[in-house]
Nanobody, 129 residues
Framework: QVQLVESGGGLVQPGESLRLSCAASGFTLDYYTIGWFRQAPGKEREGVSC????????YYADSVKGRFTISRDNAKNTVYLQMNSLEPEDTAVYYC??????????????????????WGQGTQVTVSS
């Protein structure tokens, strides 16, 4: 049973940082592509960052490049999203998702939410002064 649990969200002021965690169980995530997504009220779910299982390449949405960093700790079976210089526009529920055999997705394919079969429950991030 593939399960993902996000944590680390909260309320922060603009310019501050958060680190989100995605704990995986039921599988070894180093064989899987992992993506972070977010959805704000009234908005479509959008890709934030992802890390490929095929070659370890990382990808970021233009809106977060230079501010967010995705990483994985295979020993802990956990993926992280370090979010720096947070802005009010980053406010959303953040989800992690995973799938395997994603080599055919191509570059930046892991930023498309409809491709993933397995999702966590989400964690709220609110950036407000």
């Amino acid at each position: 049973q593939v399960q993902l649990v996000e944590s680390g969200g909260g309320l922060v002021q603009p310019g501050e940082s958060l680190r989100l965690s995605c704990a995986a169980s039921g599988f070894t995530l180093d064989y899987y592509t992992i993506g972070w997504f977010r959805q704000a009220p009234g908005k479509e779910r959008e890709g934030v960052s992802c890390i490929s299982s095929s070659d370890g390449s990382t990808y970021y949405a233009d809106s977060v490049k230079g501010r967010f960093t995705i990483s994985r700790d295979n020993a802990k079976n956990t993926v992280y999203l370090q979010m720096n210089s947070l802005e009010p526009e980053d406010t959303a529920v953040y989800y992690c998702a995973t799938d395997r055999d994603t080599v055919l997705w191509g570059n930046y394919g892991c930023l498309r939410p409809y491709r993933y079969d397995y999702w966590g429950q989400g964690t709220q991030v609110t950036v407000s002064s």
